[in-house]
């Protein structure tokens, strides 16, 4: 049987590669991208993969050409891009939500990268600065990544485990990403700047300073109706009907 190859796309990443270190073949800035086959539709309903919450890293992993790109190296808005990408590649540019019991198409082919501010970074360096607004506290902080988000997770599940009544999953969060207070990378310091000194009012302008500069797809969709909604891109972005 002759060999079939299957087409490809050549997909931009939000962060245009800048953020990953020249060896990385993320810092071309590009993904080349397979479409989807009835293979990763068993990788979409692989139970397993669904249990351990790593279904949509397994489909990357699948469809992403390249073997030299490990998935946990992709900041998470360069890997919404490549999810979205895979989705139209895999069923087509609709998407039928429900909204308030009305059906309504997205056309996720209208979703425009957020790509980065060319002036607010040092090539290859995921690291960034903001200065709070109430203290004038400096910090300098990291994009979340992959494997970021694991250890984010691990931490939260193991503090979970330790006391079932408490909330740490923004804090933790937090700790994790701000990598120095006012010039000190030490641990220890970013914690008890977190827990202690961190005013509320300058957590939110900082979380919104991330949500609205960092390299990323723009998630949000005008229906018909004039509504506003955030498109969710998790497994029912695949399989409408799974709950």
Same mark, same amino acid.
């Given at each position: 049987?002759?060999?079939?190859?299957?087409?490809?796309?050549?997909? +931009?990443?939000?962060?245009?590669?800048?953020?990953?270190?020249? *060896?990385?073949?993320?810092?071309?800035?590009?993904?080349?991208?397979?479409?989807?086959?009835?293979?990763? +539709?068993? %990788?979409?309903?692989?139970?397993?993969?669904?249990?351990?919450?790593?279904?949509?890293?397994?489909?990357?992993?699948?469809? %992403?050409?390249?073997?030299?790109?490990?998935?946990?190296?992709?900041?998470?808005?360069?890997?919404?891009?490549?999810?979205?990408?895979?989705?139209?590649?895999?069923?087509?540019? *609709?998407? +039928?939500?429900?909204?308030?019991?009305?059906?309504?198409?997205? *056309?996720?082919?209208?979703?425009?990268?957020?790509?980065?501010?060319?002036?607010?970074?040092?090539?290859?360096?995921?690291?960034?600065?903001?200065?709070?607004?109430?203290?004038?506290?400096?910090?300098?902080?990291?994009?979340?990544?992959?494997?970021?988000?694991?250890?984010?997770?691990?931490?939260?599940?193991?503090?979970?485990?330790?006391?079932?009544?408490?909330?740490?999953?923004?804090?933790?969060?937090?700790?994790?990403?701000?990598?120095?207070?006012?010039?000190?990378?030490?641990?220890?310091?970013?914690?008890?700047?977190?827990?202690?000194?961190?005013?509320?009012?300058?957590?939110?302008?900082?979380? *919104?300073?991330?949500?609205?500069?960092?390299?990323?797809?723009?998630?949000?969709?005008?229906?018909?109706?004039?509504? +506003?909604?955030?498109?969710?891109?998790?497994?029912?972005?695949?399989?409408?009907?799974?709950?």
């Amino acid at each position: 049987m002759a060999e079939f190859k299957f087409p490809t796309e050549e997909v +931009e990443l939000p962060s245009k590669g800048l953020l990953y270190p020249k *060896d990385n073949p993320l810092s071309s800035g590009k993904v080349e991208l397979k479409y989807m086959t009835a293979k990763e +539709e068993d %990788i979409l309903s692989n139970q397993s993969y669904i249990q351990k919450g790593i279904v949509l890293d397994k489909l990357l992993s699948s469809v %992403i050409v390249s073997k030299d790109i490990n998935i946990d190296d992709l900041i998470v808005g360069d890997k919404n891009a490549l999810l979205i990408a895979t989705r139209i590649l895999g069923y087509g540019k *609709d998407y +039928e939500v429900i909204v308030k019991g009305q059906s309504y198409t997205l *056309d996720m082919s209208t979703l425009e990268n957020r790509e980065i501010n060319d002036s607010d970074y040092e090539r290859g360096k995921n690291e960034f600065t903001f200065t709070t607004p109430s203290t004038n506290t400096i910090l300098t902080y990291q994009l979340a990544t992959g494997r970021l988000e694991k250890q984010i997770d691990r931490e939260i599940a193991g503090l979970k485990k330790i006391d079932k009544e408490t909330s740490t999953e923004l804090t933790t969060r937090l700790k994790h990403l701000i990598t120095s207070v006012d010039g000190s990378s030490e641990k220890k310091d970013i914690r008890d700047f977190v827990d202690n000194h961190f005013l509320a009012r300058d957590s939110r302008a900082f979380r *919104d300073h991330i949500k609205n500069t960092q390299p990323d797809v723009n998630l949000n969709y005008t229906l018909d109706s004039g509504e +506003e909604v955030e498109v969710p891109i998790g497994l029912s972005f695949f399989w409408p009907d799974y709950q």
